[in-house]
């Protein structure tokens, strides 16, 4: 059942700004642009900053001593293994961008490399890697923590609806949260979701269509985007409507599965032992260079590049938290506080590292000693055009492609069934017919802008609105202490948490 003070209100908005964005998708996207450039100018060391504190709350939370508390009953067991849970976390907190930007990124740092003084160089290089590596691994994770132990403990330790709101009780009260305050907070947050799935959906649609040119398979045009994501849409829903334990795991399983043969296949047929001294010795230039990087801001040189990797992926990361961390809630009930903040750091960064050295690494072995010229072309091509250089090119890229069909398809049913819990009321198994009209309204969205344009101006809106958002991130960092401190007296004292006021 739909809670209709919340959905109601979404549908509409989306129907205006998708709407506007057919209308007048220019106009529209130029005025996003300037408000994302005055985000960034006046708030970058605000982004880096907080994104730095959600890094050390994790850690700091994981290491407590509230590290044993439980989100859910103190006898309650996980619901899935951990390989599944980690495969599920992984999938729909990263998606498709794994895949171009491991190669796409570090190429791009290696060729301008910023405060280095110079381009082109080995140490280039293992900064332009170290930066990739800042850029998606704990940063983006530490975020959807503070999300996701926030609404975990008002779910399954507090029978709270699965809902953003509630995250927010220890701090604003029942009351509040009931009302329309905690109605605007549910709204901005499925709004957020269905804009970045659309963009993320957009973006994946070019990278594939992008693949499909290079294998001879089809020329790229608005027929074949759209029936890709009319195809994907299919997939998507399918997989949403087999539910968690069926069509969202596996298919989340099959992600990880095909990357890691599609690792090897890089290592085996690459420079392998080039490879594994690079990846071994760029653990240390991290552990040497990740405080200072991790507060490092343009005040010197302006905030061009800064503006356009930092801060645009603490943006992206903060605008995606309400859905990946609301997604990691209702998956993780049974887990301790301590294996949700550091297994949901640790473990995925520690992926990212090994994908982003590995893949990032192998492209610059091609740039620096190899043929060259990757750095002339645009995102979606580096890929494809590193794994021609490789034995069994059309292999590896059939297998890339698979790969970014599967996380494509992954990111769009875990998004569709995580807006069907927010649009309910905080479901934790939302019907099957709004799993559906959710995952039929995102592929809508995306056609629409497919044909009309105006997917730059929703993803530059999109990021525009991590802004408020991060604010809210900050208050369930105060909320998940009330809260850890609650529990924590609660269990040793034998007083039911509910006797304790926050």
Known sequence: ??????????????????????????????????????????????????????????IWVGCSRYGTLKLGPADSSPDFSRVSWYTMLFS????????????????????????????????????????????????????????GLALGFATHRRGRPLTIRWGLEPLLGERIVRGWVGDIIDITAIVGTVFGLATSLGLGVI????????????????????????????????????????????????????????????????????????????????????????????????DAWQSYWTTFFWAWWIAWGPFVGTFLARISRGRTVREFALGVLVIPSLGIFIWFGTMGWAALHREIFGAGGLGDLATQQVVFAFLSGLPL??????????????????????GAFVVATLSTGGMENPPLATRALWVVLQGAVSVALAVAGGLSALQTASLVGGLPFSVVMIALCVAVVKSLRAEWEAATTGVAPSAHPY
């Open 1 to 58: 059942m739909l809670a209709p003070r919340v959905c109601y209100p979404v549908v509409v908005l989306i129907v205006c700004f998708v709407a506007a964005t057919i209308v007048a998708p220019e106009p529209l996207s130029n005025a996003f642009d300037a408000i994302m450039a005055w985000i960034v100018h006046y708030f970058g060391w605000y982004y880096i900053l907080i994104t730095a504190g959600f890094i050390g709350f994790s």
């Open 92 to 147: 729909a907190g990263i998606g498709i961008g794994v895949i171009f930007y491991s190669t796409a990124e570090p190429i791009a740092h290696y060729h301008a490399a910023p405060r280095q003084g110079v381009s082109d160089t080995i140490a280039a290089a293992r900064y332009a890697v170290h930066i990739a590596w800042m850029e998606w691994g704990a940063g983006a994770f530490a975020i959807y923590i503070v999300v």
């Open 207 to 302: 990278q594939i269509n992008t693949g499909l040119t290079y294998l001879g398979v089809a020329e790229g045009s608005l027929a074949l985007r759209l029936a890709i994501i009319i195809a994907i849409t299919l997939a998507a829903g399918v997989s949403v409507l087999t539910g968690l334990t069926r069509g969202i795991k596996w298919l989340s399983n099959l992600n990880i599965a095909l990357a890691v043969l599609l690792l090897v296949f890089v290592l085996v047929f690459g420079p392998t032992v080039f490879l594994l001294e690079a990846v071994v010795a760029q653990f240390g230039y991290y552990a040497q260079h990740i405080l200072q990087s991790s507060f490092e801001t343009d005040f010197a040189s302006g």
């Open 393 to 414: 090119a059309t292999l590896s890229s059939v297998l890339a492609m698979i790969l970014i069909t599967t996380f494509f398809v992954t990111s769009a049913d875990s």
